[in-house]
């Protein structure tokens, strides 16, 4: 099977975070968010599925509200990846205005979870067109530890059995091993760290990025 990536665009600015459920992503782009804004970095947060129709609908399956089968759903989360790219109000758009684009989950979560469910030929297929970010951050977890803090959740999605999420891992290992030759720099952080040391390894990172002349 060939390199993934070595074709692909890579788009300045853009940073994705990808790890296990549990893995504090959500955590980390809360805490990025506030140091750009103090340190007056112009930049926007967003996160994978999308706030638009299709991820609305896709977060529903993943809540078990609305039935879909795997092949529908990696459907579904391309579909929604390609408006939240390039749709009004994007991420080629922000990034088109000078800012730093940080993304909770993108299309490694698509190669991971859904290659996984429905096999992996589909999900490369459906994202072999999407651009690459700059920075990808990937939050190293063990699928034991992840599953514990997924455990305290109030709301539990169908993903989110240790079963699952060690083949996910496992996958997520592969992927970042055919991508580590796409010009893409990958960050690797052990999320068993704490919190702030966690956040301090990635707002090192992002500003560095964030620093240069814009070259979008």
């Known amino acids: 099977m060939p390199m993934e990536g070595k074709t692909r665009p890579i ?3 853009f940073v994705v975070f990808e790890g296990l459920d549990g893995a504090g992503t959500t955590t980390q782009l809360g805490m990025i968010d506030s140091a750009l804004a103090r340190a007056g970095v112009p930049h926007w947060i967003t996160f994978e599925p999308s706030t638009h ?3 609305r609908l896709v ?3 993943l809540r078990g509200e609305v039935g879909a089968c795997p092949e529908t759903l990696a459907r579904l989360f391309s579909a929604d990846r390609h408006e939240h790219i390039q749709g009004k109000g994007g991420i080629i758009e922000h ?3 000078g800012e730093v684009v940080i993304c909770d989950r993108y299309i490694f979560s698509s190669l991971a979870y859904q290659g996984v469910a429905c096999g992996p030929e589909l999900p490369r297929l459906l994202n072999a067109g999407f651009p690459l970010p700059e920075l990808l951050v990937y ?3 063990p699928s034991a530890v992840a599953m514990k803090r997924v455990e305290s959740r109030e709301e539990r999605e169908i993903f989110e059995t240790l079963s699952m999420q060690e083949r996910v891992r496992s996958a997520y290992e592969a992927s970042l091993l055919e991508f580590a030759d796409s010009g893409m720099r990958i960050l690797r952080v052990d999320a068993t760290r704490s919190v702030a040391e966690v956040g301090a390894s990635i707002l090192e990172a992002v500003q560095g990025l964030a620093s240069r002349p814009d070259t979008l």
Request: proline share 7%.
């Open 11 to 13: 788009l300045d600015r």
């Open 53 to 55: 129709p299709a991820g």
């Open 59 to 61: 977060r529903q399956v």
């Open 95 to 97: 990034l088109r205005e």
């Open 139 to 141: 939050f190293d977890l």
